[in-house]
Structure formats: structure tokens, C-alpha cells
């Protein structure tokens, strides 16, 4: 994104007013973990004085999941303490120079707040009792530690004599949590859900980087959490420089929609009147509409159009784009009078381009929903340029009907009235749609497409489909000018080119003239 992205740290997720916020372990203090998101998964956070196990290959996060933890825990709470316990991993200021880089460190809180300690003498001179000694030494001189962390946990495994002692010094760590009132948290590299401290510990967390096709996928599973439900399932993680960042599934954020985002509708025009005329005066608020079309046949303008008409009446509108960045887009509205630069700057249009990067699916949902709760209005207009920009961001293809029936749904709840454009293929006689599904979430389907006759392209505009309204069924044609767009106010134009010796480019079938 062009825009900086805000800073998350307190960022939990969803309000509950969609219903997904649930009730189960509300009673039991919860230590809020600060990692955007991850507390929405938990419901609330961790059960205070639990036990969990953190697994994952390296690389996957389990480090910085550890110290950003403590980190936000000692800032959100004053006289909070953490100890950090390594096991045969990095140098402490190995570690911390890696650390030191990411938006949640902070030096000033080592030694007093955090205070990390190697463990792995112990363990190696004396043994799992000795590491137990440690710890329990370390937290009597450490007074009000709530917070302790071993990473490393794979060193104790491979140091225990037999199965059994290794099952046992867990249970220790767990006793020994309850009686200094501090939640542990155990850092593996085991990757096996089976492995015997997951069937001890109250909670087991996985992390996973894998590779899907030639891109790297971070994502974060709860495999179990006692005492409490949880978001089930995958969710999107990424690392940058604020630190771990957890993107729950849309479709999971917001299963339980109100039924409608409000009783007073009001028709959204796209400020042309033949076409306005075509659907009875424009949109029904709060409604997603769909433009089908090939490449160059007008998506852009149109949906521009739709803003531009929007902010004249002082309504404020988002363009949220993957292809054209700002400039090109004023610009392409200069050239053909739609006056997009006044309400950019006075911004009652903001323009957010996503560069053609890796991005995820669930974070550019996100982005979109809380830039739309961060100041909640009636009446405003979303124009999604390009749904496949979603599309190519999903590691799952088959979750894209499930997450465009979620994402509109919770649009349509904050009385937001979108348009989304869908690219169709440029050289065929058939309308094949790249997300059929689309077809299904949005109440008004809009159809644009070239038809070439006597060697001239034509451009033709139609309306498939129109739920909760009236509209006309009739084919048009419309003309990109210097004026902007207009299209006819009969069909009998569109009624002649189709009549005539046509071929159509991007979405119909051959027609001729009778002999």
C-alpha cells in the first residue's frame, strides 16, 4: 500500500457488533498477548497462569512471537515482569540485535522489566532438575514475574533420560506456574501435535512456513485451548518491522452478519442519466455491484464515475485499486471530464493503490474494513478496481466464495455501497467469469463489452442482474468522450450495430445480419 500502514500494536481485531464475539471463558482473567489479532483468536487472550506450547519449524516466527509478547505485556501493564529462558538457541545479544530493528523493542525495559537467562548450563551440568532448580530460583529473586518463556524447548527433551521424565518436568513447569501465578509459555521445534507436552500443556499454538508454489506462506493454527473457544482453523501471519501480525480468515471474522445494514435505502447514481435512468435513479445503498467487462471497455471510468458523482452530492468515497496508481488514474478522469483531483484533495475521495506485490488476502480485507470503521458515516461509496487482486493474494482458491460472501456481507453493515470490476478475457465469443461466485454476493451485475462492425469498435452496456429493484433490460450503447461517459437513451443505437454484420469482442456470441 501507498499509505503507511497503521500501527496495529492494539489492533485486536472485529468489534463484536457482527456477533462473532463469544462468551466462553469471560470469567477468567486473560492476559492480553498485544500481537494484532491473535487475542481476537483467543477470545479474549491467554487464560492467566496456563500453560502453552508453542511449535514450529525455524523460521516460522517462534522467537519473536516470545519476546513481542513480553515486550507488549510489560508496556500495557505497569510493574508487569517477564523472564525469558533460553535452551542451546541464539546468543542473548544475538537475539536482541535482531530484535532491536522491530517497533515493539525497547532496551529500557532489560533487565528490570524482561530479563533473560540461559538455561541451558543447567540443564547440560545437572540435568532437567537442575533447569527446574533455575527457574524456580529465578522467579523467588524475580518478584511479580507473570510472564515466563522457555525457548528452546526440544534442548529438555533431548537432555531427559526416558520419555517419562521429560512428561514429568513439564507437569513440574506447569505446578510451578500456579504456584508463582505467571503464564508459561514453552517454545518447540517439534512439529508433531502428538508430542507429549501438548496433551499436558492447556493450550497448543502452531506456527508454519511452508511454500505454495514459489511463495513463502506463515500461518498460525490453535490446535487446542482449554477453557475457552477460539477461532479454528489457518490464519495469515506476516513479519515485518511492527513485529508478528495475525490476518484471521474473513469469512470466520464475520460469520454472523446482522441481515441488513440499515431500514432506510436510498438509490447511489453514478451521476449519468440515461444510465442512472436504466436502474431507477442509481444503486440501492448498501448493495455490491459487479461490472463484467474485457480489458479497456470502461470498468474504470465507470466505477470513478460512481465516486465522483457520490462526493458531488457529499457523500465519501474510497477507491481501492491494484493496477493504477494515482497519478494515472487523475489523469485517465482529466482526459475525460470526470473532475476526480477536486475531491481527491478535498478528500471526500481518498485513492489506495496496492502495488503489485505479494499481498494477503485477509490484510487487504482488513485494511479496507478498518479504514471504513475508523470514522463510521452513512452513505459511502467503495469502488474495488480489480476483485482479482484478491483473487491472486488467496494461498486457497477454493475459500474465495466463502470470503467474498463475508467481506460484502460486512460491507453491506456499515452502509457502504460497492462496486467491484471483474476482468474478463479480452479474445472470446463467451462470458466466462473468473470468480463465478461473484455472481452470487453482489445484488447488480453490469455487463460491458466491444463489438466491432465495419471495422470499428463499439462499446455496448447492459444490466444482467438487479435484485430488490425494477431496471431496464435493454442493450445500449455508450461512448468515451472528452465529456466523460454517455450512454444512449434508447437501445435502438445498440439495436442497429447488433443487427448489422457485428462481431463481438469480450462477451457475445457472433451475430449476422440476415442475407
Known amino acids: 500500500m501507498t499509505r503507511e500502514r497503521e500501527d496495529q500494536q492494539g489492533t ?12 466462553s471463558g469471560a470469567d477468567i482473567a486473560r492476559l492480553e498477548t498485544g500481537i494484532p489479532r491473535l487475542d481476537y483468536i483467543l477470545k479474549g487472550g491467554f487464560l492467566r497462569n496456563g500453560t502453552y506450547a508453542l511449535m514450529g519449524p525455524p523460521g516460522s516466527g517462534k522467537t519473536i512471537f516470545g519476546n513481542q509478547l513480553c515486550f507488549e505485556h510489560v508496556r500495557r501493564s505497569p510493574g508487569a515482569r517477564c523472564v525469558y ?5 541464539e546468543s542473548h545479544s544475538k537475539m536482541i540485535r535482531h530484535l532491536s530493528g522491530m ?29 527446574l532448580e533455575l527457574l524456580r530460583r529465578t522467579l523467588r529473586e524475580r518478584r511479580g514475574t507473570d510472564v515466563l518463556v522457555i525457548d528452546g524447548l526440544e534442548s529438555v527433551e533431548h537432555r531427559a533420560p526416558a520419555a517419562l521424565a521429560y512428561r514429568e518436568f513439564v507437569h513440574e513447569v506447569q505446578g510451578l506456574s500456579t504456584l508463582s501465578d505467571c503464564t508459561t509459555f514453552l517454545l518447540t521445534s517439534t512439529r508433531e501435535q502428538s508430542h507429549p507436552e501438548n496433551a499436558l500443556v492447556d493450550g497448543v499454538i502452531e506456527l508454519t512456513d511452508h511454500l505454495v508454489g514459489p511463495r513463502a506462506v506463515r500461518e498460525l493454527t490453535v490446535h487446542k485451548f482449554r477453557g475457552s473457544d477460539y477461532l479454528r482453523g489457518k490464519h495469515e501471519v506476516e513479519i515485518d518491522e511492527s513485529g508478528m501480525v495475525i490476518h484471521p480468515r474473513t469469512e470466520i471474522q464475520f460469520d454472523s452478519p446482522r441481515a441488513s ?16 435512468a436504466m436502474i431507477q435513479g442509481g444503486l440501492p445503498s448498501g448493495s455490491a455491484t459487479a461490472l463484467l467487462g474485457a480489458p479497456g471497455t470502461g470498468k474504470t471510468l465507470l466505477g470513478l464515475s460512481f465516486l465522483v458523482e457520490g462526493a458531488r452530492q457529499g457523500e465519501e468515497g474510497i477507491y481501492f485499486g491494484f493496477y493504477e496508481p494515482p497519478p494515472r488514474l487523475r489523469e485517465k478522469a ?12 478535498k478528500g471526500t475521495i481518498q485513492l489506495i493503490w496496492q502495488p503489485p506485490l505479494e499481498h494477503m488476502m485477509d490484510s487487504l480485507a482488513e485494511q479496507l474494513i478498518e479504514l471504513l470503521r475508523q470514522d463510521p458515516k452513512p452513505r459511502r461509496r467503495l469502488f474495488i478496481d480489480g476483485i482479482e487482486g484478491f483473487r491472486a493474494a488467496s494461498v486457497y482458491p477454493d475459500r474465495m466464495a466463502r470470503f467474498l460472501s463475508a467481506f ?4 453491506r453493515m456499515l452502509d457502504v455501497t460497492t462496486v467491484v470490476t471483474e476482468e474478463l478475457d479480452l479474445f472470446t465469443p463467451l462470458i466466462r467469469m473468473p470468480n463465478p461466485e461473484l455472481g452470487n454476493v453482489v445484488e447488480t451485475v453490469i455487463l460491458l463489452r466491444y463489438v466491432e462492425l ?12 438487479m435484485r430488490e429493484s425494477l431496471y431496464d433490460r435493454s442493450i445500449r450503447e455508450f461512448i468515451i468522450g472528452e465529456r466523460g461517459i454517455e450512454v444512449a437513451s434508447s437501445f435502438r443505437s445498440a439495436e442497429q450495430i447488433l443487427s448489422g454484420h457485428a462481431r463481438v469482442l469480450g462477451g457475445l456470441q457472433e451475430e449476422e445480419e440476415d442475407p
Open 103 to 131: 517497533r515493539f523493542f525497547d532496551p529500557g525495559m532489560i533487565p528490570d522489566r524482561i530479563y533473560y537467562i540461559s538455561g541451558y548450563p543447567a540443564l547440560r551440568d545437572q540435568g532437567l532438575p537442575g533447569l
Open 261 to 276: 445494514a440499515t431500514e432506510e435505502r436510498k438509490r447511489m447514481g453514478f451521476g449519468i442519466e440515461s444510465f442512472d
Open 12 to 23: 485486536q481485531g472485529p468489534s463484536p457488533e457482527g456477533g462473532e464475539s463469544d462468551s
Open 408 to 411: 460484502t456481507n460486512q460491507l
Open 85 to 89: 529462558v533460553t535452551l542451546l538457541v
Open 454 to 465: 465495419r471495422s470499428q469498435i463499439h462499446r455496448l452496456i447492459s444490466i444482467l442482474k
Open 334 to 345: 482529466r482526459k475525460v471530464g470526470v473532475d476526480l483531483e477536486t475531491h481527491v484533495k
